[in-house]
Nanobody, 121 residues
Framework: QVQLVESGGGLVQAGGSLRLSCAAS????????MGWYRQGPGKQRELVAA???????NYADSVKGRFTISRNNAKNTVYLQMNSLEPEDTAVYFC???????????????WGQGTQVTVSS
């Protein structure tokens, strides 16, 4: 089992920035894919960004150029730097981890509890 704990959410004005962190513990295999999904009010959960153990990244079109995902394998932590935030980015953001894989589109196996991000206009 892998436990994921997110932090860094909050309330920010449009145009502002936030940095989310997700710390993994438990039966960690660093050959996993980690990333972030989000679920806005009345919307389905959607992929925001993913990163492989080697650093390959994948982003949703809606966040390209504004969000940056990174990971520190030594700390078993993944980050999401969110810049130029828009009200449409308001959502609960969930960290995830896959089983060991080289395929960045591998679906999540483990989830964090979520952290709220609210962007005011």
């Amino acid at each position: 089992q892998v436990q994921l704990v997110e932090s860094g959410g909050g309330l920010v004005q449009a145009g502002g920035s936030l940095r989310l962190s997700c710390a993994a513990s438990g039966s960690i295999n660093r050959a996993n894919v980690m990333g972030w999904y989000r679920q806005g009010p009345g919307k389905q959960r959607e992929l925001v960004a993913a990163i492989s153990s080697s650093g390959t990244t994948n982003y949703a079109d809606s966040v390209k150029g504004r969000f940056t995902i990174s990971r520190n394998n030594a700390k078993n932590t993944v980050y999401l730097q969110m810049n130029s935030l828009e009200p449409e980015d308001t959502a609960v953001y969930f960290c995830y981890s896959s089983l060991p894989t080289f395929i960045i589109t591998t679906p999540p196996t483990y989830w964090g509890q979520g952290t709220q991000v609210t962007v005011s206009s």
